[in-house]
Nanobody, 115 residues
């Protein structure tokens, strides 16, 4: 079992930056991929950035503005978000996929970008 706890959300003006953190506890060694998803009101949850098996994938809407990184020593994955836009407003969720194929989700952290 893996538990995920996100932090770092908040409110910021357009053009600002935030860094989200997600700390994993439990069977961290079993995690083969970690990433960030987001869900805006009235919309489906969507992929933001994923880091898995040495490869990194970004949503087209955030490429060049967001950076995902992983610190295995701290069991933590980060999402550095720069040049934020109002359309980035959403609840951001951390996701971890274990070698068994099981996926775990964090509780989510709110990001609000005002124009």
């Amino acid at each position: 079992q893996v538990q995920l706890v996100e932090s770092g959300g908040g409110s910021v003006q357009a053009g600002g930056s935030l860094r989200l953190s997600c700390v994993a506890s439990g069977r961290f060694f079993s995690i083969i991929g970690m990433g960030w998803y987001r869900q805006a009101p009235g919309k489906e949850r969507e992929l933001v950035a994923v880091k898995s098996d040495g490869s990194t994938t970004y949503a087209r809407s955030v490429k060049g503005r967001f950076t995902i990184s992983r610190d295995n020593a701290k069991n933590t994955v980060y999402l550095q978000m720069n040049s934020l836009k109002p359309e980035d407003t959403a609840v951001y969720y951390c996701n971890a996929v274990q070698s068994s194929g099981r996926a775990q989700w964090g509780q989510g952290t709110q990001v609000t970008v005002s124009s």
